[in-house]
Nanobody, 123 residues
Framework: QVQLVESGGGLVQAGGSLRLSCAASGRSFSDCAMGWFRQAPGKEREFVAVIGRSGFSTQYADSVKGRFTISRDNGKNTVYLQMNSLKSEDTAVYYC????????????????WGQGTQVTVSS
């Protein structure tokens, strides 16, 4: 089992920045690839970014590439999402998730999810 708790969401003006954190407990954090996903009202949950177990490999959705950065600190059991140049279309609930078997952009591949943190970008 892995328990995930997100933090760092809030209200920010367009063009601003936020850093989300996701603290993990339970199963060894370094055994899991970690992903960030988001879900806007009335829309399906979508992939944002993923980072491999060691932190050297990352992938991003085209919509956030160049603006968001995913990173992890295995010593602190925490994954981060630095979000810069935020746009109104980034408004959503952001979720972190743990994948114990692979490395994926698909929500169905992830085994554990946090409760989400709201990010609201005002224009």
């Amino acid at each position: 089992q892995v328990q995930l708790v997100e933090s760092g969401g809030g209200l920010v003006q367009a063009g601003g920045s936020l850093r989300l954190s996701c603290a993990a407990s339970g199963r060894s954090f370094s055994d899991c690839a970690m992903g960030w996903f988001r879900q806007a009202p009335g829309k399906e949950r979508e992939f944002v970014a993923v980072i491999g177990r060691s932190g050297f490999s990352t992938q991003y959705a085209d919509s956030v590439k160049g603006r968001f950065t995913i990173s992890r600190d295995n010593g602190k059991n925490t994954v981060y999402l630095q979000m810069n140049s935020l746009k109104s279309e980034d408004t959503a609930v952001y979720y972190c998730a743990a994948d114990v078997t692979g490395w994926s952009r698909s929500t169905s591949a992830y085994d554990y999810w946090g409760q989400g943190t709201q990010v609201t970008v005002s224009s």
